[in-house]
C-alpha cells in the first residue's frame, strides 16, 4: 500500500506494507534535530560507510557518460542523427567539450562516427542508452506521482537516475503503478 499524506507540517508520508517501512519526512523543528540523531541515522559501520561512499563514487564516474549516450540515442530516435552540434546546444556546453567526450565514448566502444557524419551507438552503447532511459523515466513518474511538478522533476531525475540502486528503482516504480492505479 503506498499512501502520502500532505499538510501544512508534513512534506511527505510514505508507507508500503510489503516492504515494511515508513518514512515521514517533517519541517517540524523538533523532528529535525541535527544534534541528536535517532539510533537510525547514526554512523552506520565502516565496511557499510565504506561501501555507501564507494557506490557514489561509481555512479558520479559514469554518469555523464550515460547522459551523453542516453541523449545520443534520443536524438538519433527523435531526430534521424545525433550531431556534435546538437550535443553541445542540448548539453549547455562547448563543441570542445562534447569532442573530448565523443573521444572517451569512442574508446570506451559506445559510438562510432564517419568524418562529417552524425553520430552512432555501438550494441553495447545502445544498451546503455536503454538502460538509462528506463531508470530516467522511473524515477521521473515516481517524482510526477509524489506531486513534484514537472521542470522540477525532470531536473532532479536527471540527476538521481545514476544514484539509485536497483532495488529502490523497483520500489519506486512499484509505488508510482500502485498511485497511478487509485
Do not use: W
Given at each position: 500500500m503506498f499512501?502520502?499524506?500532505?499538510?501544512p507540517d508534513t512534506r511527505m508520508v510514505a508507507a508500503t506494507?510489503?516492504?515494511g517501512y515508513i518514512r515521514r519526512m517533517t519541517d517540524s523543528s523538533e523532528d529535525l534535530d541535527i544534534?541528536?540523531?535517532?539510533?537510525?541515522?547514526?554512523?552506520?559501520?565502516?565496511q557499510q560507510h565504506a561501501q555507501q561512499y564507494a557506490a557514489?563514487?561509481?555512479?558520479?564516474?559514469?554518469?555523464?557518460?550515460?547522459?551523453?549516450?542516453?541523449l545520443i540515442?534520443?536524438?538519433?530516435k527523435h531526430q534521424g542523427e545525433?550531431?556534435?552540434?546538437?550535443?553541445?546546444?542540448?548539453?549547455?556546453?562547448?563543441q570542445a567539450t562534447v569532442a573530448k567526450m565523443i573521444r572517451r565514448l569512442k574508446s570506451l566502444d559506445l559510438v562510432v562516427s564517419q568524418p562529417?557524419?552524425?553520430?552512432?551507438?555501438?550494441?553495447a552503447g545502445e544498451a546503455m542508452a536503454k538502460e538509462s532511459r528506463q531508470r530516467h523515466a522511473i524515477v521521473l513518474q515516481?517524482?510526477?506521482?509524489?506531486?513534484?511538478?514537472?521542470?522540477?522533476?525532470?531536473?532532479?531525475?536527471?540527476?538521481?537516475?545514476?544514484?539509485v540502486s536497483q532495488e529502490t528503482l523497483d520500489i519506486m516504480q512499484r509505488l508510482t503503478h500502485q498511485q497511478q492505479e487509485r
Open positions: 499512501t502520502l499524506h500532505c499538510g506494507s510489503e516492504v544534534d541528536n540523531p535517532s539510533k537510525t541515522d547514526a554512523l552506520p559501520p565502516v557514489v563514487r561509481n555512479a558520479h564516474e559514469t554518469e555523464l557518460v550515460e547522459d551523453y549516450v542516453e540515442g534520443d536524438l538519433l545525433a550531431r556534435s552540434t546538437d550535443i553541445a546546444s542540448r548539453m549547455g556546453v562547448s562529417y557524419r552524425s553520430l552512432f551507438l555501438t550494441h515516481f517524482l510526477r506521482a509524489l506531486g513534484v511538478d514537472d521542470q522540477t522533476a525532470r531536473i532532479d531525475a536527471e540527476g538521481m537516475e545514476h544514484h
